[in-house]
């Protein structure tokens, strides 16, 4: 299906803790409260407790965000179920919990003064509970028994409607978003849909399984409910998977051209975040001749985004936070917690960071420019936003027209948030990025370049009246990525190249006043001299790169490849077959963020899970405990900003999300107690010490 241009959602994750359950009970569900936190857990001989993480109190400047310390707040046993648990799920409306067992008892629980109690119960006594669902108000909930019984209830324990449908051995059911449909799921692997009252309507039609052969049975059935809004009008929220690995993702329930997954593994449950903009799908995978258990991540269109490997066997369970930074996963008698990177559309440049995010109810994003020295800030609303980036004046956005015309803009702005540039270019900008002097945008195939430098700056009214949408000859070039550009302008630019098919696509980009740098899904990297643009050289590295970025003098490359695997590339080495180009000694895993010095080529900082690292060379110092992204790194001073908690309000932002780190004082502290669990972490911005910690590890009595 068609669909806009957007930033991936989710680009790592993980695994920072681990919740280990009594008499190694094995567990077979989870669920976490999206909005109070509390997490659910279900197991073997009715096994049933609610626990609940929360940041731990104490000393000022604790590390915040996902490297922040949590203490288990709750820990408390709900009696009541003797058989295994086999459904747990919450009504978010109203703060209740409601459970199931292999016998068919239900528990209906209620929150009493800071302690869960029993309200109601009920046992139909003929057969199992296979599924349990509140709609999206709270007020209603299905019940679906093995035997082919449906029960629709109210919050208040009334029976509303029920329905024998003979001959189904019932699986799994599931309210539509504005609870008139309801979907259920049988052994068979066969999907009905039902209106709310009860009354059949047809089949659900599985895409996904044509030309499958033998039976499948359904590992999850998930209908994103919308109570964040939607990464895009009408996008997909209907995820269906199967056990054999397919997939699909549609509009609604009668959609016709749905995303068509094959995962390749064997799924065991699916969960949606909480806005619906990332699905994630767990079960087990092969690699090589083992087999793991993994989390596969998808966006709503089908974009796989990262595949997480766990530890241990029997992956049973998923349920994701409600900030969306974090999931869950029962494995064994285990509770695995694993971070969620997201990539977010920001940048820093001139004291001011710029940032994206979309109000619940509205389509458009609103970009913030807030200004971290006055704490000014002017915001924007953007139509079809498809990335941000910045460099020292100015930041970039990128958009694509609502015309119908398949254009884009890149639109050149001012800390203000004020236009000063902009070309609208005929091809999909998959990446972009500016430097001090040029802007690249690059499709799968082909390279655009904008030496806006030597533009001319126009104010806002007048770019209204004056702005083309071709490109201005002698200062914008494009080319294919299997040319050998040899420098020479071209007259004309001719976006008909950017329709040319190549077998080798472009997978990230970077560039600085002297060099561009191509990446290439086969990791062949392509480097060109600025302004000229003629192909200088290639370099064949043993990964595939997603993010790279070049040192203050371009001479390095650091390369983060799709596994998080972070790498430098010497790209001026002198090799004895007179070749350019060597790989240095540097390996580190689970990077997610990295900053070169701007002053110092053999500077950089890192974020490599939940810690930052300066390297000098290729030596680290230190870490410190920090969940940060790091804005920028010059004159010796590390600048960072916590993202993920400015995002949670992304409207009132605080000082104190706004941390340096003077590297001058902190090596002259490491040299003075180089064993000391000081790390010499300095914040102009009150944020105190921090301490590195190693992993949280709890044992439930």
């Known amino acids: 299906p068609s669909k806009m241009t957007f930033r991936r959602e989710a680009r790592s994750s993980s695994l920072f803790n681990l919740i280990a359950i009594p008499n190694d009970t094995r567990l077979r569900c989870l669920s976490w409260h999206a909005g109070q936190g509390w997490i659910v857990c279900g197991g073997e001989d009715g096994l049933l407790k609610v626990l609940k993480l929360e940041p731990a109190q104490g000393s000022e400047g604790r590390a915040r965000g996902l490297a922040a310390p949590s203490n288990l707040s709750m820990n408390q046993t709900l009696e009541g179920h003797n058989g295994n648990i086999q459904v747990v799920v919450w009504n978010e409306v109203h703060h209740k919990l409601t459970t199931s067992d292999q016998n068919g008892l239900i528990v209906v629980w209620m929150l009493h003064k800071g302690l869960w109690y029993e309200e109601m119960i009920n046992n139909r006594n003929k057969s199992v509970v296979r599924d349990m669902r509140w709609n999206r108000e709270g007020l209603k909930i299905c019940i679906v028994y093995e035997d082919g019984a449906v029960i629709v209830g109210s919050v208040e324990g009334n029976r509303i409607w029920g329905k024998d449908l003979r001959g189904m051995q019932l699986t799994h059911a599931q309210w539509s978003p504005d609870s008139k449909v309801i979907l259920f799921?049988?052994?068979?692997?066969?999907?009905?849909?039902?209106?709310?009252?009860?009354?059949?309507?047809?089949?659900?039609?599985?895409?996904?399984?044509?030309?499958?052969?033998?039976?499948?049975?359904?590992?999850?059935?998930?209908?994103?409910?919308?109570?964040?809004?939607?990464?895009?009008?009408?996008?997909?929220?209907?995820?269906?998977?199967?056990?054999?690995?397919?997939?699909?993702?549609?509009?609604?329930?009668?959609?016709?051209?749905?995303?068509?997954?094959?995962?390749?593994?064997?799924?065991?449950?699916?969960?949606?975040?909480?806005?619906?903009?990332?699905?994630?799908?767990?079960?087990?995978?092969?690699?090589?001749?083992?087999?793991?258990?993994?989390?596969?991540?998808?966006?709503?269109?089908?974009?796989?985004?990262?595949?997480?490997?766990?530890?241990?066997?029997?992956?049973?369970?998923?349920?994701?936070?409600?900030?969306?930074?974090?999931?869950?996963?029962?494995?064994?008698?285990?509770?695995?917690?694993?971070?969620?990177?997201?990539?977010?559309?920001?940048?820093?440049?001139?004291?001011?960071?710029?940032?994206?995010?979309?109000?619940?109810?509205?389509?458009?994003?609103?970009?913030?420019?807030?200004?971290?020295?006055?704490?000014?800030?002017?915001?924007?609303?953007?139509?079809?936003?498809?990335?941000?980036?910045?460099?020292?004046?100015?930041?970039?956005?990128?958009?694509?027209?609502?015309?119908?015309?398949?254009?884009?803009?890149?639109?050149?702005?001012?800390?203000?948030?004020?236009?000063?540039?902009?070309?609208?270019?005929?091809?999909?900008?998959?990446?972009?990025?500016?430097?001090?002097?040029?802007?690249?945008?690059?499709?799968?195939?082909?390279?655009?370049?904008?030496?806006?430098?030597?533009?001319?700056?126009?104010?806002?009214?007048?770019?209204?009246?004056?702005?083309?949408?071709?490109?201005?000859?002698?200062?914008?070039?494009?080319?294919?990525?299997?040319?050998?550009?040899?420098?020479?302008?071209?007259?004309?630019?001719?976006?008909?190249?950017?329709?040319?098919?190549?077998?080798?696509?472009?997978?990230?980009?970077?560039?600085?006043?002297?060099?561009?740098?191509?990446?290439?899904?086969?990791?062949?990297?392509?480097?060109?001299?600025?302004?000229?643009?003629?192909?200088?050289?290639?370099?064949?590295?043993?990964?595939?790169?997603?993010?790279?970025?070049?040192?203050?003098?371009?001479?390095?490359?650091?390369?983060?490849?799709?596994?998080?695997?972070?790498?430098?590339?010497?790209?001026?080495?002198?090799?004895?077959?007179?070749?350019?180009?060597?790989?240095?000694?540097?390996?580190?895993?689970?990077?997610?963020n990295l900053k070169w010095a701007e002053d110092n080529p053999d500077l950089f900082a890192i974020m490599e899970k939940t810690r930052m690292y300066i390297f000098r060379g290729l030596d680290p110092e230190e870490p410190v405990v920090s969940s940060s992204h790091i804005c920028q790194f010059d004159a010796m001073e590390v600048r960072s900003v916590l993202l993920d908690e400015v995002m949670k309000d992304p409207e009132n932002p605080t000082d104190d999300m706004i941390s340096d780190m003077d590297i001058k004082v902190r090596t002259y502290t490491s040299i003075i107690g180089k064993h000391t669990s000081n790390p010499g972490w300095i914040s102009s911005r009150a944020c105190g010490h921090l301490n590195v910690a190693g992993p949280l590890y709890y044992s439930l009595r």
């Open 185 to 592: 799921g049988n052994s068979k692997g066969e999907i009905h849909i039902y209106d709310s009252h009860g009354t059949y309507n047809s089949k659900l039609v599985l895409h996904c399984l044509v030309g499958v052969t033998g039976v499948v049975k359904i590992a999850g059935m998930e209908w994103y409910s919308g109570v964040s809004g939607y990464v895009e009008p009408n996008c997909p929220c209907l995820a269906v998977a199967f056990d054999n690995g397919r997939a699909q993702i549609m509009r609604h329930e009668l959609d016709n051209d749905p995303v068509k997954l094959d995962t390749g593994m064997a799924v065991e449950c699916i969960c949606w975040n909480r806005t619906g903009s990332i699905l994630a799908l767990a079960g087990s995978q092969v690699f090589g001749d083992k087999e793991f258990c993994t989390v596969q991540f998808y966006t709503a269109f089908g974009e796989n985004l990262h595949t997480l490997k766990v530890p241990g066997k029997q992956l049973s369970a998923l349920t994701w936070e409600g900030s969306g930074l974090k999931i869950a996963l029962g494995v064994g008698s285990y509770i695995y917690f694993a971070n969620i990177r997201h990539d977010y559309q920001w940048g820093y440049f001139s004291n001011t960071l710029v940032y994206a995010f979309r109000k619940p109810d509205k389509v458009e994003h609103c970009v913030i420019f807030w200004n971290t020295s006055s704490g000014d800030k002017y915001a924007k609303t953007v139509k079809n936003l498809v990335s941000i980036s910045s460099c020292k004046d100015f930041c970039l956005l990128v958009t694509k027209l609502d015309d119908g015309s398949g254009q884009y803009t890149l639109l050149l702005c001012n800390a203000l948030g004020t236009p000063v540039d902009s070309r609208y270019i005929e091809m999909e900008p998959s990446f972009a990025c500016i430097c001090h002097t040029h802007i690249v945008a690059a499709s799968k195939t082909a390279l655009y370049v904008w030496h806006y430098r030597t533009s001319s700056r126009l104010a806002a009214p007048e770019l209204t009246h004056t702005l083309s949408r071709k490109g201005r000859e002698g200062q914008d070039r494009l080319i294919h990525v299997d040319d050998h550009p040899s420098g020479i302008t071209e007259s004309t630019v001719d976006f008909k190249k950017a329709t040319m098919l190549t077998a080798d696509t472009i997978c990230c980009v970077c560039a600085s006043e002297k060099s561009l740098v191509v990446g290439r899904i086969s990791g062949t990297l392509q480097r060109y001299s600025l302004p000229k643009l003629a192909l200088e050289s290639k370099h064949i590295i043993k990964c595939r790169p997603h993010c790279i970025a070049l040192n203050s003098n371009s001479t390095r490359l650091s390369i983060i490849d799709i596994n998080g695997i972070l790498s430098l590339y010497d790209l001026e080495k002198r090799n004895s077959d007179g070749s350019l180009g060597s790989q240095l000694r540097l390996e580190r895993k689970e990077v997610w």
